[in-house]
């Protein structure tokens, strides 16, 4: 069936990497995408994969993808105290057409 | 500035009643969603439409209803038919089907 799954929670010290995990289901998804959530707040993309990919870099924001475990992560380098939100992976889950979510994994920054 | 506007930020329902959740664009994107989200969870798909006058049902499409007699409007409708309506509610669009998607802030409806 379709799932995407994270852990719920991840603290990290200020100025340490951030490691969020996730797993998907669909070996034929074609996208998967990291949002960002405040609280209070709808969702912001931060960033995208292609499946065709193995990793992705944008500024602090690594993407990494392994398809053959159906295993995406997101790391956050040099995490600041506005890096704390709830951090949600998605697929686009071709066969049905349709975005799957993740529970969302919050990430809490300890000074 | 292009963007999903959502309105009210907070609202309350009393027993028996309907409410109506605004969703307007200005981005100019043919499809255009609503999920529901709890306290824990994932979002939850509740209508998508991909063109104006045509819209699907999502995942737990009832005791909820929707429109699209504009390309810029996707309002929601919460009716008493919905036992359970507490929740965040997120809109959101896209150029087409399934691109990346861009949220709302989002509406909290609360039941009084």
């Known amino acids: 069936g379709e799932d995407v799954e994270q852990s719920l929670f991840l603290s990290v010290r200020e100025g340490d990497s951030s490691v969020i995990n996730c797993t998907y289901t669909?070996?034929?998804?074609?996208?998967l995408y990291w949002y960002k959530q405040e609280p209070g707040a709808g969702l912001q993309l931060l960033t995208y994969?292609?499946?065709?990919?193995d990793m992705k870099q944008d500024q602090r924001l690594t993407v990494l993808l392994n398809k053959k475990d159906k295993h995406l992560s997101l790391r956050i380098a040099d995490t600041q105290t506005g890096d704390s939100a709830i951090y949600f992976c998605a697929e686009m889950y071709s066969s049905a057409s349709k975005i799957i979510f993740g529970s969302g994994t919050r990430l809490s920054i300890r000074p | 500035d292009g963007g999903i506007t959502q309105s009210p930020k907070y609202l309350f329902r009393k027993e028996g009643q309907n409410v109506t959740l605004s969703c307007e664009q200005n981005?100019?994107?043919?499809?255009m969603y609503w999920y529901r989200q709890d306290p824990g969870q994932g979002l939850r798909l509740i209508y998508y439409s991909q063109i104006v006058n045509d819209f699907q049902k999502g995942d737990i499409a009832e005791g909820y209803s929707v429109s699209r007699e504009k390309k810029e409007s996707f309002p929601l409708t919460v009716t008493s038919a919905q036992k359970n309506p507490t929740a965040f509610y997120l809109c959101a669009s896209s150029l087409t089907e399934n691109e990346k998607l861009f949220f709302g802030s989002g509406t909290q409806l609360s039941v009084l």
């Open positions: 994969i292609f499946s065709n990919m």
């Open positions: 669909d070996s034929s998804s074609t996208y």
């Open positions: 981005l100019n994107h043919d499809a």
